[in-house]
Each structure stands twice: as C-alpha cells, then as structure tokens.
T-cell receptor
Framework: TQLLEQSPQFLSIQEGENLTVYCNSSSVFSSLQWYRQEPGEGPVLLVT?????EVKKLKRLTFQFGDARKDSSLHITAAQPGDTGLYLCAGVGNNDMRFGAGTRLTVKP | EAGVAQSPRYKIIEKRQSVAFWCNPI?????LYWYQQILGQGPKLLIQFQNNGVVDDSQLPKDRFSAERLKGVDSTLKIQPAKLEDSAVYLC???????????FGEGSRLTVL
C-alpha cells in the first residue's frame, strides 16, 4: 500500500492570491494524477504527470512531478472562487491507484 | 457519451441491516473501481476489477463487504451487516485501463443509524 500525504489539509485564501499544495510519498509512481472534487460530485481529472521533473500548465494551474517520481505539487496563480474544492492526488503503482486525503481549498471573493 | 451511473443516490439504514449499491460504468471501460469516501477524507480503494476479475481487494472488509462484476459490465457492492462506521459516500469509477483517467459517478451516500 502506497501512502500519499497531502498538505496542507485545509487552505482558505482571498481571491487573487497564489497558492501551492503538495503531494508526497516514499514510494515511486509510474504516474500521478490530480483531481478536483466539488461537493456532491465525484472527482474530475485535472492532469496526469508521467515523467520525473515534468511540468504541466493548465491555464492558471501549474503541476510539477518530482524528479524521483515520488512527489508532486500544484500551484494556482490568482485564485478565483471557482477554484474552491477538494484537490486530490492519486499515485499509479504497478497494479493499483491510491488517493491522498486531499487539500480542501476555499477561495473567498 | 453517458457517464458512470450509480444508484441509489442516498440510502439510510439502521446498523446490522444490509444495503446494495449498483454501478454501470462507461461502455467499453474494462477497469472498474469502488471507493469509500468518509466525510473530510480522500477516496479509499475497496476493490478493483479488470473485466470481471478482481485485481485488488486488499482493503475490502470481506467479513461484511462483497462486490461482484458479472459479465464484466455492471457491478454491485453489498454491505451486510452494516456498522455505524460504514457511513460514507461509495464512489464507483471506470477507466480504459490502469493509469488512465478515472471517470467517477456521483456516488451513493450511505447513512447508518
């Protein structure tokens, strides 16, 4: 079982601020996925990172996969209220996919 | 394209009763997952199917939980007897294969009184 630790657990910021959330593990993953979940809904995929050191940008969101493929970060620039949600990372191992506990982000207008 | 369908959306039962959840994945998706998500936590994998075979059920409490995926399409998750700590949202997801994007249903929210 691969343990994924996400930090911070909760984050409340004002609209326009920047933020970074982290996903760390002692295990190496073949790939890592980031999802966002809104209340009453299932998680929705934001991005998949595969190569160590890879950086992917999705509008105001920047995802980075660690060189050793054990950790990842998500940076949001100029956060908006629509970014509010639970951000989950999921590590893909040999035969399974496990989720972290998530970072619950609230962006206040 | 139709998404992952789950039912019922909500269920309230008393402890020691039984409950069953149903999932219809996206057509053609070979991999199906059941996750348990307790309030404030991330999804915890209960069982993973590849077609109608079990790939991983190491975190499924087999004394009370069971799941099947007959004919490699629909799946059911059963809890018998339910305990208070089983109160959670049960999420079904499907994908084209391991490591591919997971498509989730809206979940089945279980409350055990």
């Amino acid at each position: 079982t691969q343990l994924l630790e996400q930090s911070p657990q909760f984050l409340s910021i004002q609209e326009g601020e920047n933020l970074t959330v982290y996903c760390n593990s002692s295990s190496v993953f073949s790939s890592l996925q980031w999802y966002r979940q809104e209340p009453g809904e299932g998680p929705v995929l934001l991005v998949t990172v595969v190569t160590g050191g890879e950086v992917k940008k999705l509008k105001r969101l920047t995802f980075q996969f660690g060189d050793a493929r054990k950790d990842s970060s998500l940076h949001i620039t100029a956060a908006q209220p629509g970014d509010t949600g639970l951000y989950l990372c999921a590590g893909v191992g040999n035969n399974d996919m496990r989720f972290g506990a998530g970072t619950r982000l609230t962006v206040k207008p | 394209e139709a998404g992952v369908a789950q039912s019922p959306r909500y269920k309230i039962i008393e402890k020691r009763q039984s409950v069953a959840f149903w999932c219809n994945p996206i057509s053609g998706h070979a991999t199906l997952y059941w996750y348990q998500q307790i309030l404030g936590q991330g999804p915890k994998l209960l069982i993973q199917f590849q077609n109608n075979g079990v790939v991983d059920d190491s975190q499924l409490p087999k004394d009370r939980f069971s799941a099947e995926r007959l004919k490699g399409v629909d799946s059911t998750l059963k809890i018998q007897p339910a305990k208070l700590e089983d109160s959670a949202v049960y999420l079904c997801a499907s994908s084209q294969g391991l490591g591919r994007e997971l498509f989730f249903g809206e979940g089945s929210r279980l409350t055990v009184l």
